[in-house]
């Protein structure tokens, strides 16, 4: 009964670059989210997506990243042209429904930007 | 929009010596609040959630929390620290009515010492 399944859990990337993490979401859960934690502070939203949708994605930067959650396969967020202010770990989770419950987290990917 | 302050970045406490970490939250309706832990270099784990059913909540390893509307605080306790315990903790209020979104804390860093 695996849960939240990130990969990779490192990723370097040049500036420039293209970084595409990748979240596959607790068996049964159809609701995914995607966090940054940035060094020393606490985690922010960025995008809440159900299959095939984009439900809310108030916390995204307005350029150069991307959120999907396809029908088949794993959600994957896409940071194109990356710069070194990407550097963080970004999360994932996932519940079963919407509504004020709790989110079962990934161990994250830890991004790195030379 | 909802908020939470942890009014600790760092706390250190003896092993065998209670636990405090301290939160409050803003928010505009009744909330959904959430403890969670961190440890290093890894994702987040549930310690226990309030759901607006009773007020002292129990959750895994022996913490508890304790609702108080009139005070807009919910404060994590632990009669008897563990050097596992040592991490990070996140107090998280849901975003919304919906719970659709997460807002973190800044996180405390707990320290145990021997």
């Given at each position: ?114 | ?79 008897s620290a563990h050097m596992s315990d040592a ?28």
């Amino acid at each position: 009964n695996a849960g939240v399944m990130q990969n990779p859990r490192h990723l370097v990337r040049r500036r420039g670059q293209e970084a595409r993490l990748r979240c596959s979401p607790m068996k049964g859960h159809s609701h995914v989210y995607w966090y940054r934690q940035l060094p020393e502070e606490g985690l922010k939203f960025m995008v809440y997506l159900q299959k095939e949708n984009i439900i809310d994605e108030s916390g995204m930067p307005k350029e150069r990243f991307s959120a999907e959650f396809p029908k088949e396969g794993p959600s994957i967020l896409r940071i194109q042209q990356v710069v070194r202010g990407d550097s963080a770990a970004y999360f994932c989770a996932s519940s079963p429904s919407a509504g004020p419950q709790p989110q079962h987290f990934g161990d994250g990917t830890r991004l790195s930007i030379l | 929009a909802q908020s939470v302050t942890q009014l600790d970045s760092h706390v250190s406490v003896s092993e065998g010596t209670p636990v405090l970490l301290r939160c409050n939250y803003s928010s505009s309706y009744s909330p959904s609040l959430f403890w969670y832990v961190q440890h290093p270099n890894k994702g987040l784990q549930l310690l226990l959630k309030y759901t607006s059913a009773a007020t002292l909540v129990k959750g895994i390893n022996g913490f508890e929390a304790e609702f108080k509307k009139s005070e807009t605080s919910f404060h994590l306790t632990k009669p008897s620290a563990h050097m596992s315990d040592a991490a990070e903790y996140f107090c998280v209020v849901s975003d919304t009515e919906y719970g659709n979104k997460l807002v973190f804390g800044a996180g405390t860093i707990l320290r145990v010492k021997s």
